[in-house]
């Protein structure tokens, strides 16, 4: 069964300092994998996704994700975070076998960008 | 958020009673899914449809049920059944096709038990 770590509950950075939020995840197959935003009672927002080919992907409102097979990881990153960036930020995962496969998400981290 | 729509946006429910909540997306979608969110927890799956008039349980099914009459439209009812339905519920909908197939939300019910 697949599986996703976030490790940090919260993550602190100040503006326009670089963020990374980390996610590890385990899978029997090739891992599909996923990055979601959540403002205040809101619903999830796609910001990107790792199916296959290059391992750094590129998202929405300058965000992009590091895929390392090696490490089982795919952190989230930006070079310069902005206080409107502060929100729960969730990683999920699928596997990649054949048939349904459910998304399996992380417990979340709260990133909070300090002016 | 856009393409899917869930009400009501708060719904308050006393105990012993039957809410229903609506879930409706105009996305051409196939597939459609009912998550729970709970602090600290994440989202957990309860029920998800891949297609019209199909409809399989995910990990936590016990105290909710579901139809899929129509491919826009999956309602969730949380029975008396749930032991503890103060949750915040999330609606997503995807293609249900493909390895890039990606699920895409509603903007949430929060339910709150009296």
């Known amino acids: 069964a697949q599986s996703v770590a976030q490790p940090e509950d919260q993550v602190n950075v100040a503006e326009g300092n670089p963020l990374t939020v980390k996610c590890t995840y385990s899978?029997?197959?090739?891992?599909?994998l996923f990055w979601y935003v959540q403002y205040p009672n809101r619903g999830l927002q796609f910001l990107l996704k790792?199916?296959?080919?290059?391992?750094l992907v590129k998202g929405s409102y300058g965000f992009e994700a590091e895929f390392n097979k090696s490490q089982t990881s795919f952190h989230l990153k930006k070079p310069s975070a902005l206080v409107s960036d502060s929100a729960l930020y969730f990683c999920?995962?699928?596997?990649?076998?054949?048939?349904?496969?459910?998304?399996?998400f992380g417990t979340g981290t709260r990133l909070l960008v300090s002016p | 958020d856009g393409g899917i729509t869930q009400s009501p946006k708060y719904l308050f429910r006393k105990e012993g009673q039957n809410v229903t909540l609506s879930c409706e997306q105009n996305?051409?979608?196939?597939?459609m899914y009912w998550y729970r969110q709970d602090p600290g927890q994440g989202l957990r799956l309860i029920y998800y449809?891949?297609?019209?008039?199909?409809?399989q349980k995910g990990d936590i099914a016990e105290g909710y049920s579901v139809s899929r009459e129509k491919k826009e439209s999956f309602p969730l009812t949380v029975t008396s059944a749930q032991k503890n339905p103060t949750a915040f519920y999330l609606c997503?909908?995807?293609?249900?096709?493909?390895?890039?197939?990606?699920?895409?939300f509603g903007p949430g019910t929060r339910l709150t038990v009296l």
């Open positions: 790792y199916i296959t080919g290059d391992n």
């Open positions: 999920a995962v699928r596997d990649g076998n054949t048939g349904f496969q459910k998304l399996v």
């Open positions: 449809s891949q297609i019209v008039n199909d409809f």
């Open positions: 996305l051409n979608h196939d597939a």
């Open positions: 997503a909908s995807s293609t249900g096709q493909g390895r890039t197939d990606t699920q895409y």
């Open positions: 899978v029997s197959g090739n891992p599909y």
